[in-house]
């Protein structure tokens, strides 16, 4: 299986985020794509390329206008008002505000075009979120020239991003963008079947409402874990888009045998779509140690994600998402890869 990685991810350092009433390093750092890909060369998984640079003409179909001029802007804006570090939103129009008018300000913009203190920008994050956006697209390119499977080494991740904010780690959604593009590459249908730990929540609002893509989401349940204002069973898509979004919540503490009985159930139902190419949303981060989740998946457990994946016979998109227990990420992530493979 290819590769396709950026070092460019590493302009995204040094980021910080507000979590339990501090502002900490955030989780999401650079070493966890520098584990990954010192596992895919130890395991010789296969080539690692280079990304091609594409323009945000496909992300522009997902995002809207507004976000995506919005978005390299940040730095440079934040500097402006004589600040440095991260730039961090603090203020969100929640119900009773208004929605529709866009501040001019800049602390008014993070909040207006955010969802959480999670989704902080530095001096090269753009440069970052570009390059994460150029790898799942050139992924898809190898995906959809005939080749079974790819792996997109996305970092920053992105399923969490929505049409109009960034979210939990995510700026643009890099799923949402690879599995748009392969439907303007002909494909008529495009699961995405996402199997992080949290919810993702952008990816299902995104396509909420049609039904060129199923969404099918594995995920703690929004009662106790982020997202927790999307990710409830009973969203099922609307209009067009009705019966096409598929979630299963799950209780903290949840381990494999309930996990995958729920990959399994997920899986028949993208089965019963026949779509012409499955987007895998994969976040490692249901794993037992990882530092920020609840659930209990276990090192041997990630190469069974990746087999029953392979059942289905598709042509599979691996899209890299979240998992924080850095030490482990990569073996994680990996052994998804090759049990794919097996
Ligand atoms: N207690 C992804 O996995 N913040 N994003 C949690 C920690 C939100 C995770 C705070 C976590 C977002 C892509
Ligand atoms: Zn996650």
Not at 184 to 210: P, S
């Amino acid at each position: 299986m290819k590769t396709v990685f950026s070092p460019r991810h590493l302009g995204h350092s040094g980021n910080m985020e507000l979590v339990a009433g501090a502002i900490v390093p955030a989780f999401e750092m650079p070493s966890r794509a520098e584990f990954i890909m010192n596992r895919l060369t130890e395991v010789k998984l296969g080539p690692v390329i280079d990304p091609v640079e594409h323009d945000l003409s496909t992300a522009a179909k997902v995002h809207s206008k507004a976000y995506l001029d919005f978005l390299p802007t940040i730095y440079a804006r934040w500097k402006a008002e004589g600040r440095d570090g991260t730039a961090i939103p603090f203020t969100w129009p929640t119900r009773g505000l208004r929605g529709d008018v866009v501040p001019e300000f800049i602390d008014g913009q993070l909040g207006y075009y955010s969802f959480d203190g999670g989704c902080g920008i530095v001096e090269g994050s753009w440069d970052a979120i570009k390059s994460s956006h150029d790898v799942a697209l050139t992924a898809a390119g190898l995906v959809h020239g005939g080749e079974r499977t790819a792996f997109a080494l996305c970092r920053p991740p992105g399923h969490h991003a929505g049409a109009a904010f960034m979210a939990g780690y995510c700026y643009i959604n890099n799923a949402a963008v690879a599995a748009q593009w392969f439907l303007d590459q002909g494909a008529k249908r495009v699961a995405i079947l996402d199997v992080d730990y949290h919810h993702g929540n952008g990816t299902q609002e995104i396509f909420y409402q049609r039904a060129d893509v199923q969404v099918i989401n594995l995920h703690a349940d929004p009662m106790q874990e982020y997202p927790y204002f999307l990710g409830h069973a009973d969203e099922k898509g609307a209009g067009a888009g009705e019966g096409f979004n598929i979630n299963y919540p799950m209780r903290w503490g949840t381990s494999w045998e309930t996990w995958s009985a729920a990959l399994d159930d997920g899986c028949k139902k993208l089965e019963d779509y026949a779509p012409d190419v499955v987007v895998v949303s994969l976040g490692v981060d249901t794993f037992e140690k990882d530092p920020i989740s609840k659930f209990k998946l276990k090192t041997e457990d990630f190469p069974k994600i990746g087999a029953r994946i392979a059942k289905l016979g598709l042509p599979t998109l691996f899209v890299m998402e979240g998992g924080y227990a850095v030490a482990d990420i990569g073996v994680n992530a990996v052994g998804v890869l090759t049990g794919f493979e097996s």
